[in-house]
Structure formats: structure tokens, C-alpha cells
């Protein structure tokens, strides 16, 4: 491997192999005093951050930590990106200067793709930690090992995933994953919150979100940003919460065994309950956590191996 | 030397090959074996012989943007794409909405003399959809402007809209639309569809363009104006226009105003389409590269076909390149801060003869009439587009029908170089260009 | 740590250094001499565990116990510790599956530690091994078991028991196979032709 930017079309395969690691880095760190693993010594690991994310920049940062990687951020502001700087000159900027990986997350769906093509000669590896409305690998990536964690596989399973579907980079990453892991993926949102052109995904496309929860082995709750709510495509937070917010009542109908997600930050008493957000059921903070494990896991199938050149 | 003499051309495609005399700008001779001593003689045996292309969407770049593209440049891109006459889109820094600039524009067009450039007039003040530009003023310049536009922005308001058409009347003008209903199109980066959708891009749905062609036909129609759609992208477009021409052909232009001479035979209602989507789909767009970011979007491979039989048939009149020149920073940049547009004249007739020649849609009058005679019409240039018979100006282009090249931006006489047909080899390929009976290209080099 | 790629079909020369038979003999032997050296059935004998380093020194260190419970009535915990992350190597080579790292039941701290491996070669396994076995523990003593030592040494490392001592060239590759991973019991000398079919000097 020597980019994450996409689940799309990703060999089911290697997203195993990535699960197992981080299920083996999970083990291997449990109930350690000392949570460092010389693996990534001598490497250095840079994110570029243009769009707020504390939780996400923290956690690679922590994975690339915990793997001794040297760890460096760069944030939009305070930095030449502030200036006017194109993302091509930094990109370029920070390879030459010694980066061996750069974690991106951009506001431009694609971003992680053109820097893999602009960083293609430096041999720099880029992770794609979010762009725009298209990807976020990793948080896929974490919600499987989740969903394997509390189901024991994600093939044959269920999940429904709920809320605004048409911006979600989330959305389409546990999509492409989870339908190559065998899952059977509900989408439900309200029309407005649904791309055109969901027709030719590999999913169901539902409105009825009591109609699909009691064969639901996981409930994906997919955050509605404060920007769409005055947006116009719907008619109102409170309107929203009836329809697709998740409740006790509505955790009722789902199977004893089913599942909590939400890829944070939550709105609660809007997209969720509190009382379901601190449920047994969530997996919430399993989520974050396990998060760490798989970022460490793509850090290690990204810059662990020879150099592709000597290949 | 002011005689060129043509061997063997075939005109039109047709028939057996002839010679051509030219003299002092005009087609002196057609027949066989003809002989001058005092002629340029140019050895053209079986190339085909069409009247110069006339290019109604072209933006020049010039004046603000002379790192991407200048009149001098942009008119030698049009030359060696066979091209003898352009309209330079209005939308420069400052923009081309009162005659200082029209005639700057027009003038520096002289001045180069590769082909005609015919400076079109920003509709509205600053582009800005708000007031009216002094078109009548812009009319009547030494430019003579008889074709205006806002493209790069619509012009959204339908009342300005039709008071444009309505005030258009009087100067036996056409106002060029750029259809797209901006509150559809806010953020849009890539058609509406699966394709948009797996990629994350905001959608540009068909229907912000098919909304505005349809209520600027309404208007055009109500007011007995005349209206250009611009770069035609969506089979439901096609449709829309289908309708209307039923209606709209028979109006007759009028023109009250002393000094504007009405042309009989314009149409009411015309459209044009680029070659980009004739071929090009938003299949391309999974690399994210911006060289595919146009406005209006590359479409799906069911719209590019409907625009193809559209032209073929003649619901859409003619082939425009909207030639839009950009910098490498504007294009090698993530796709959301790109900005829109791709290179067109030097590919135009090649990417016509992929899409419609060799599918048998359009023989070589019709490549005649989408490339030359229909959009000269429409724009009311009565020097361009005509027959090659004698006495008629000698503004022609021949074109090697089994040549062959491959596309590479570099070499293209743009200053800028993004095609989206890099590496990609095309059939066909510009001989010469004559502009009333001067060579202005020659096997791939301009002739100053 | 010689080949991970048992079943590998590049052409080569193969020759059986060890039967079936020779192996199970072998681990006997290791057996004995493990007992012998630790004491361990003695009263006041440490506390002795196995750990095996994935892939083959796992199961071989299964093995080991159980011919060591066998002989001396004494049950060995076994655990296996994955070296991975801990290599000085993976930038030479493609990416490396993780493999699990399980401690027996009461940790390492103050036991005699045997580690437990198929082949020996550079010593380099051996070295990322006694840093991974660092973060679990304290063991009272580390001891090393190979059923091969194919010489090579890189490192100041040597094995306490040794199955069988095999003198190989650099080029040559000694393939363990364990019927728990692999079709049969046995132990290869594999020699890699090269491109024209003929053996490499």
C-alpha cells in the first residue's frame, strides 16, 4: 500500500489485513505502562490540517506516536497555507523537506488524490484524513473494526446508516467498505440529504427509519452539520429529530444484539438521544479508541516495508 | 504576391479535384489544370476545401489575462485550427461592456490580421446581471458588435433578460446565454449524477441550464428576439430547443434603427455546443484533474450522444469552441479552486471529426455548415461562410481528411496549455487557412 | 529467520536435511536438554515458560512443552511474542502480516524465559525478540532454542539449544515445515537456481 485516499474499490482483502493489525497493535498495547512501539523509528509523519478536526488530527497523531513515528502538525493558519500558499507548494514543500507520510484533511473532495499525484516523484505515502464531500478511509476503517469488534464480522450484517448522506465524506467511505466486506447498507435520510445519483450506489435507499430498524444489526448515526439545518433541506431541527433522530423508543425496535455508531462529534437530543449515546449499546468510544489502533495499522501498511522503488 | 493557386482540393469533399485561383481575395478560378505563373502555388491533391471556420465563443484573454492568452496568440491558435473568423467572449479585466474596450479588442485584432475578431459585448454592466451595458453604443462602435453575452455568468434575472432581447431588437443583434440558473449552481462542481456522487463534487444538475433555455425561448419568443444558447450540454437542452425551433425559426428579425441593416434569413432561436461535449464525458472526472473542469460540466455519455444527433440534425446550429485559456496554477490545483475551461480552437475540427464524421453523422457540407456557414449567420457576418464559388472572398481552410496527430498542449500556440486531449491522437488535420485570399496558416505554421 | 514463503514455486534445488522422524527426534532431544539445563523438575527450580516467535517457533514451542511435560511430569506455560514491531528490517522488506503476541498465564516477570524459534540465521529476530519481551516483563533469564542454527551471525547472539547445526551458504534458504502450518513435518535446504535453470555455485 502505498497511499490510503479511498475505500472505493478497495481489495477486501487488505482492509482485512489492515483490521488485523490493528486488532494485533490493540493486543499488543493492552495493559502496557509504556505504549511505544519502535516500529516507525526515524519516520516522519506530517498532518496537514485545513479544516478544523481536533478529534481526527489527534488520533493520528497519537497512532503516529505510539509507533515512534516523529509526529509534526500543520494547521491552515499560522502557517505559508494562511499566506495563499497552494497546497501543491506545500505539499511539495514538506516532502522535500523529509516527510515520509502526510495526513491531509481539505475542504476539496479530491485534494488527497491530486497531492498523491503531485507527492508521486518524492515518494511521499498520503493519507487521506478527509476530503470535502468525497472520503475519510480511516473513519471507515475504525467503524469496521467496531462493527467486527461487537458483531464478530461485518460480512452478512446489516447496517443502516442515517442522516446527511449527500455531504458525508463518512457516508460514502463505510459504503464502499462495508459492501466489500459483505454487508448489506441501508441508507436513510430524507430525500433533500440523499446525492442524485445514490440510485447506482451498491445500497437500499429508505425514508422510513422505524421501517428499517428492526432488521438492523448496526445503526450508523451520520452528524448533521449546524450549516445544513439553515440550509433549507429541512424544515427544521426539531422536525428532523422526530423523523431520523435516534430515541429509546427507536432503540427499541432494533435486535437486542444491534449496534450504536456515531462518527462524533454528536449532536445530542437532535441526531441522538443522550440516553442511546450512553447506552451499552454505543459503541462511541469504542470507536475513538479503536481508532487509534487503525490509524497505527495504516501507518505501519503504509511506511513499515521497502521502499517501493527497490521493489 | 497577391495569387495563390490550390492543387487538386476536393470542395466540399465532393467531386473530382480541382484547382482554385485566387486573386486579390477572391476565388478568381475553379477548374482543372489551371495555371499562373505569378501564383503561390500550393500542392493540395486530395485535401478537402470548406469555408474558414467562424468560432462564436472564444475567450482571447486579452485584455487582464495576457499570461494565458493574448489576441496575437489566441488569433494564431484560431489560424492553425482552420479557424478565419473568432468572437471574443466579453468577460476580459476590465470587461468588454462599453466601446473603449470593444474597440481596443477589435482593433488589436486588425492589427494581428491572422483571423477576424469580433469582440463581443457584455450584456450587463460588469457581468453583473444587474444593468444594462450600453449595447447600442457598443453596436454602433467601429466593431460593429452584433453579438453580446454575459458568459461566465447567466443572466439570471428573467426581467433583464428580457429587456435585453427586447432592446437587442432595434440593433439586429443576438443575445448569447449562458444558461445556468446560478441559484441551482451554488458550489456545483461536476454533473449531477452517479459519477458527482461517488466523488463527493457538488452537483450542476441538468436541469439549472434546461430551466434558463427554456424561459429565455418563452421570452425570445414573446418579445420577437433573437437568442443564442451557448455551449448546448444536456440531451433535455436538446429537447427544450427541439420545441421551441418548431415555433421560434419563422421570426423575423426587425430592425427600426436607422444605419443597421437587417440580414434576411437569421434565426430567431440558435444553439451551439462544444466539441468538449460531443466527446467527453464525467467519466473523466475520477482523477480529479482539473484539465476536465469546464463550465457548463462534462456531462454523461446519453447527454454527449443526444448533442451529437442534435447537431446532426440541426436542433443545435453549430460547433463553438468556448476556448478558454488558463494558467497552470488556476488548473494544477485541487478540482474545487480550479478554475473552468479548456483549450479549443486548434481541436475543434478534429474532435468534429471523431464525433460526427466518422459515425457518418455529418459529411463535409455538414461540417461546413456547423464550422462556418451557420454560425457566420447567425452573427451576421456576411463575408464568412460563403460558398466556394467564384467571386465569392477566398476564406477557406483545407483539411487533410487521413492525416492523423497527437494532441500535445505544449505545442499548442496558446500561451496557456490546458487540453483535455492531451496524448490522445485524432483524425484529421488543418492544411491551410486563407483569409480573403492570404494564407494565414500553412502546415502547421502561422504565416505573418 | 529464514523464508516465510514455505510453499514457495521459485525454481530451486531442495534438499531434505531432516525427515519427519528427525524432527519429532529433535524436539525430543531439545526436550531432554532443556530439562537438564533449567532443573526444572528439581524443587527449587525456577519457573520455566516457552515463548515462541511466530510463525513456526509458536507451534514448535507447543511442541517443545509437550515432550517436556511428557519427560519430566512438569506442565511449561507457552506463549508466543510477535517480534514485528520491532524489527530493524521492515524497510527491506514487503509488509509484514502482525502475528499474535499471547503471554502465558502469570506474565514473564522472573521466569526463565526460553525463547523458542525454527531457524536461526542473522541473530536479528533474536534482538527484536529480547526488545518485545522487555515491554512484558522482567524475566529473571532469557534462554534461546532453535531446531536450526544455519550459522550467519550478525549479532553477538547464541542459542542455549540447538536442534541441529547446518552449515549453509548465504544464498541458500532453510525451509522449516510444521504439519501445523504446512503439509508435513520436515526441514529443507533449498538452493535458488538462477534465470537459466542452472544450479548457483
Known sequence: ?311 | MNKTLLRGVRLYGEGDPVDLLISDGVIAEIGTDLADADAEVVDAAGQVALPGFVDLHTHLREPGREDTETIATGSAAAALGGYTAVFAMANTDPVADNAVVIEHVWRRGREVGLVDVHPIGAVTVGLGGEKLAELGTMARSAAGVRVFSDDGHCVADPLIMRRALEYSKALDAVIAQHAEEPRLTVGAQAHEGEQASRLGLAGWPAAAEESIVARDCLLALHVGARLHVCHVSTAGTVEVLRWAKTRGDAIAPQATRAGIVPQAGRPGISAEVTPHHLLLTDERLASYDPVNKVNPPLRTEADAKALREALAEGVIDCVATDHAPHAVQDKDCEWAAARPGMLGLQTALSVVIETMVRPGLLDWRGVARVMSERPAEIAGLSDHGRPLEVGEPATLVLIDPDASWTVRGAALASVAGNTPYEGMTLPGRVMTTVLRGRITAHDGRIRA | MASRKRGAADPAEERELLSAGDVARTVARMAHQVIEKTALDAPSAPAVVLMGIPSRGAPLARRLAARIAEFSGVEVPTGTLDVTLYRDDLRRRPTRPLEATTLPEGGVDDKLVVLVDDVLFSGRTIRAALDALREHGRPRAVQLAVLVDRGHRELPIRADYVGKNVPTSRGEDVAVLLSELDDRDAVLLRRPLDPTGEVTP
Not at chain 1, 497519537?62 to 494547521?75: E, F, Q, T
Request: charge should be negative; glycine fraction near 8%.
Open chain 1, 1 to 311: 500500500m502505498r497511499h490510503l485516499l479511498s475505500t472505493e474499490g478497495i481489495d477486501p482483502a487488505t482492509a482485512l489485513e489492515v483490521l488485523d493489525t490493528a486488532d494485533n497493535l490493540k493486543r499488543a498495547l493492552l495493559g502496557r505502562e509504556v505504549r511505544k512501539l519502535p516500529t516507525l523509528r526515524g519516520r516522519t509523519v506530517v498532518t496537514m490540517f485545513y479544516e478544523n478536526s481536533t478529534r481526527t488530527r489527534v488520533s493520528f497523531e497519537i497512532a503516529g506516536k505510539w509507533m515512534s513515528a516523529d509526529v509534526i502538525n500543520v494547521s491552515a493558519s499560522g502557517s505559508s497555507v494562511s499566506k495563499g500558499e497552494s497546497l501543491r507548494d506545500t505539499a511539495l514543500t514538506l516532502a522535500a523537506a523529509g516527510a515520509d507520510c502526510v495526513i491531509v484533511r481539505h475542504p476539496a473532495s479530491g485534494a488527497a488524490h491530486r497531492l498523491a499525484g503531485w507527492l508521486e516523484e518524492a515518494g511521499t505515502s498520503v493519507v487521506n484524513a478527509g476530503d470535502g464531500m468525497h472520503e475519510h478511509p480511516t473513519q471507515a476503517l475504525l467503524d469496521a473494526d467496531t462493527l467486527r469488534d461487537r458483531l464478530g464480522s461485518v460480512n452478512g450484517r446489516r447496517i443502516v446508516i442515517v442522516g446527511d448522506v449527500l455531504h458525508s465524506r463518512v457516508a460514502r467511505s463505510n459504503v464502499h467498505l462495508l459492501t466489500a466486506l459483505g454487508a448489506d447498507v441501508v441508507l436513510v435520510a430524507p430525500p433533500t440529504l440523499l446525492p442524485k445519483g445514490v440510485e447506482g450506489w451498491p445500497v437500499t435507499v429508505s425514508h422510513e427509519l422505524d421501517a428499517e430498524l428492526p432488521t438492523a444489526d448496526a445503526v450508523m448515526l451520520l452528524r448533521v452539520q449546524a450549516e445544513r439545518m439553515h440550509g433549507g433541506f429541512f424544515p427544521s431541527a426539531r422536525e428532523y429529530s422526530i423523523a431520523y433522530g435516534l430515541n429509546e423508543a427507536r432503540l427499541r425496535l432494533t435486535p437486542d444484539h444491534a449496534v450504536v455508531l456515531h462518527p462524533g462529534p454528536m449532536l445530542r437530543g437532535m441526531e441522538i438521544a443522550s440516553a442511546v449515546a450512553d447506552s451499552p449499546r454505543a459503541a462511541i468510544t469504542d470507536q475513538v479508541r479503536n481508532g487509534v489502533h487503525v490509524r497505527m495499522a495504516v501507518l505501519y501498511h503504509l511506511l513499515a516495508h521497502e521502499e517501493e522503488a527497490n521493489a
